[in-house]
Structures are given as C-alpha cells and as structure tokens.
C-alpha cells in the first residue's frame, strides 16, 4: 500500500508554506495534519484580530519545526516478513520505519531507491506495511542481524494441498489448532523447528518438518510441511486463497469431529459394563481423519466377518454432505456425526457395496484405561500371589507363583492332555484377563489363564476361590467363555484342590 499525504488545505496554512507543501519540500505526516490545521486556524484567528503580531509567528514557527522535523525521525528499523506487492520488495528487505499506525495497523517504511517505481519528483518514497508482516528494530544493526538469520527462508512460502490443513500452537499433531487453511492459500514460512515427530494414520513418520508460518492476514502457527508446497517467491503479487472466517464458524462440528478420537463401538461397550478385553484396547483399532496428512486410515476388527480392515484413504479436503455429514474429496469415503459421540463411517467396497461402521469417543484417555486395567489386573494377581505363592495338591503336583507374574507348575500329569496340552513346558505366565457371569460370582473370587511355554496358544483357563487353607481352581473349557466372561461352568467340572505350602527361596520369587 502506498503512503501519500493527503492534500493540505492551502486556505489554513499561510501561502509560501503552501507553496512549499504542495512542491514536496515539506512533508507532514497524514496523523499530524489535523493538529497543525487546528493550530493555524487558531493563528489567523488571532492576526485577524490584530493580536500577538510579534509572537504568534514565531510561535508557529517553532510548532511546525517540531512537526515537519519529526518526519524525517525513525521509529526504527524493519526486516519485510511478507514480501510486498506494490511497491515489489522482497521479503528479508531491511527498511526504515518512520511510522506507526495504530489506526491503519501498519507501518510506515521507506521505500529504497531500488524497489521505488518511477523517477518523478513526487514519486512515493514510503509505503504502508501490516504491523504483523515486518518485524521492528530499534538499531539497524539488529535489523541487518536478525535478516541475515531470516535470509534462509525469506523466499520461501507454502501452499496448502488440503483444504482444512491446520495451523497449531506449537509443533505437535495433538496440540491446539489456531487457524484452518483452505486449499491453495499460501503461509510464509519464519523458521524452521524441532517438534513432535508427525505419524501417519500406519502408524509410521511422515516426510517433512515443522515450520513457523505466517499467514496474510497475519495469524501465526505451526505447521507440518508434508501437506504443504513448498515454493520461493521474491516479490509481485501472490494469488491467495482468502480464508473466511464465518465458513470456519459454520464448521463447528468438522472442527469439533476432526480433534476427537474415534474408537470401535464396541470400546464403549466395554466401559459400559466394566468387562475390558485388553487385548483389544491395546491394537488402537479406531477411524483416524489425518487431517494433518491427508490420509484417511479405516483399521479395525470386522467381527463379522472375522477379518481385520486397514483401509487408506488419501484425499484432498472435506466438504459438506448433509446435516453433521461430510465426505472426503477424492476418495470414496463419508462420515456422519449420530451423535456428539456416535460417529459413523462409510466407504464403497470394490463391488459397489457401502460398508457402515460405528466409533466413540471415550470419557478417557485410552492409554490411560489400559494403564489404569493393567493396575487392576497387577493387584488381583498379588491377590492370589500372598495366598500362596507355593501351591501343592496331592493329585495335580505342586503350582509356584513368582512375583514377576510368571508360574511353574509340576506334577499336572492327571490333566494332560485333555486339558494342558503334553507338549508344554511347567512354565510360564498367569493373565488376569477374565470377568465372572453374574451367575457366577456367589461361587468364584474370579478366572485366570496361564500361558504355557513350549506351544502355541497353549492358554489354560481356570475359575478359583480361596480355601481357608489354599486355593481352589475348576478348569474352563473354551465353549464356556464369550470374548472375556466366563458365563458358565463346564457340564462335568474338573476341580483341583491346592493347599498353602512353604514359600520359595528368594531366588526363587524373583
């Protein structure tokens, strides 16, 4: 934007300094000439009625000095952030800085002699910058300093390749989004930064690095370079994509939906009925948008079907495609909010046919669930583990709990193979990972499994209760169990009676 002063009345100011303002030769700042109008109203004033003839002049003389001299006076020095249109100045430039703006929210800087258009006399010798597209300095010193620091990327800007790409503040995937670009506006980029590594809806690291950017109306953020083109650009002008501040209120529930985690319906049930199969929650299944990479990812179990589904979808942006509903430009994905938690996701299958799934958000962390179930499990262990850990039956051998929740068992000779396989080791690892029926919790304390050594998917699942003098167990076979409640006993139970024996050596607990 150039900086012209606006004409002066000449009918206020006495005709020689008319004469001088109108050639140039002086130049009084656009903010000051209401005060010096003013002041020279009231000086005609004052000679029209014949008062102060000797000391008004000089008066207006010293006034208008302090006036036209501090025109010239620098506020300080600036490094161009935002390379400039009109006139054309790259960004990096280091430019005086006579003026600050607070009406216009700019800056006034000088124009050097290369960048300025023309060679009238009364060509424009300043020109208006945003205050947040140039950086002020008080030496130019400093300003010549931090431009050489800037000089790496004082060319170089980004286009965004996704509509929605977001901008955050601070360089982290997870971290607060300040500003949503649209498809094709282009960022400054300020500097390069280290950050939390970005991942791929796999679970892998993307290409790219974390910038500081700047945006034209001059927002600044954190950006992910993977979704951005990157491009060097020293002056002219850009063609950017305006961003609208009311398309980005109208998408309140896109934001809202994109900064959630959404996991399989059936996390939900879990948390309802407290019955967590963890080895479920510890897979991550879940619907993830990749806003950040554009890059869709579908993974989950269909238990339907009883197959796993990882499916990438890579597209260009999300538009609106009914009430709470959008769909995924370029790929043959949609998804609908059914409620503020509920959300479903669609795709077309190669044959034509729409496939539906559901996703929550849960009330906590997932992390902090498995954290917290692992915490449960640890103490329903050393539940049994104080009861013990030396366990010996007449029948069934001697059972040996360490406290690092592995067990050696000797002597089960009576339960192979019908129940533990022959081909395992004594050895091996106790999981708490079973939930009592109702129907069965006014007889059993609860179930575990041991993982024996030596065979795959050797897993033995048992029912126990505590003895006033041991501990009591009953054999669970597979039909008994849905996913990880045992729902009933077996028709003929086999029941096996430990009682407290000696404990261990110390080595032997560890």
Known sequence: MRYEPPAANNSL?????????????????????????????????????????????LAVLCVL???????????GWGVLLWSSDNPAIPSGTVLPVYIKSNINQAWVA??????????????PDKFEIPFKQMELFGTKTAALKRAE?????????????????????????????????????V?????????????????????????????????????????????????GALDIVQHSTEEQGEDADLTATLA?????????????????????????WGFYPGQDSGKARLFLKDLENDKIIDKIFSYTGIQPHGARAWRFDGASLQMQLRSDNLLAVQYTENGGALRTFLFVTLPTDLDAIILQEKSLRSGL????????????SVGYGSLTLNRNGSFSWSGFDLLTPHVIPASVQGTGK????????????????????LQFNGAKDAEVDFLYNFENQGLRIEYVPKTCIDGVTVVRRATSPIIAYFSKGEKPSPDAAN
């Open 381 to 392: 262990f050393m539940r049994i583990y104080n009861q013990g850990p030396l366990f010996s």
């Open 13 to 57: 100011l006495p005709a020689s300094l008319s004469a001088y303002y109108a050639a140039g030769i002086v130049k009084i700042p656009a903010f000051r000439l209401p005060l010096v109008f003013l002041f020279l109203f009231e000086y005609n004033n004052s000679m029209s009625l014949n008062t102060s003839r000797f000391y008004m002049p």
């Open 430 to 449: 106790v999981a708490m990972r079973l939930y009592l029926d109702s129907s069965l919790k006014n007889r059993y304390v609860g179930a575990f499994t």
């Open 149 to 185: 620091e800037f000089a790496q990327l004082a060319v170089m800007y980004g286009e965004a390749l996704q509509d929605g790409l977001p901008l955050r503040d601070r360089p982290d995937n997870n971290a607060r989004r300040v500003y949503r670009l649209r498809l094709g506006e």
């Open 110 to 123: 000088g124009i050097p002699e290369e960048y300025r258009t023309g060679e009238a006399p009364d060509a």
């Open 65 to 75: 000095c302090v006036f036209f001299s501090s025109c010239t006076k620098l506020a």
């Open 260 to 284: 959630k985690t959404w996991l399989p319906e059936s996390y939900g049930a879990m948390l309802a009925s407290n019955t967590i199969d963890l080895d479920m929650l510890s897979q991550h």
């Open 187 to 235: 960022v400054k980029l300020l500097a390069k930064t280290e950050g939390t590594p970005a991942i791929s809806s796999t679970g892998e690291p993307l290409p790219g690095d974390w910038y500081q950017t700047l945006t034209q109306d001059g927002t600044t953020g954190y950006c992910f370079s993977y979704r951005l083109r990157l491009f060097e650009y020293s002056g």
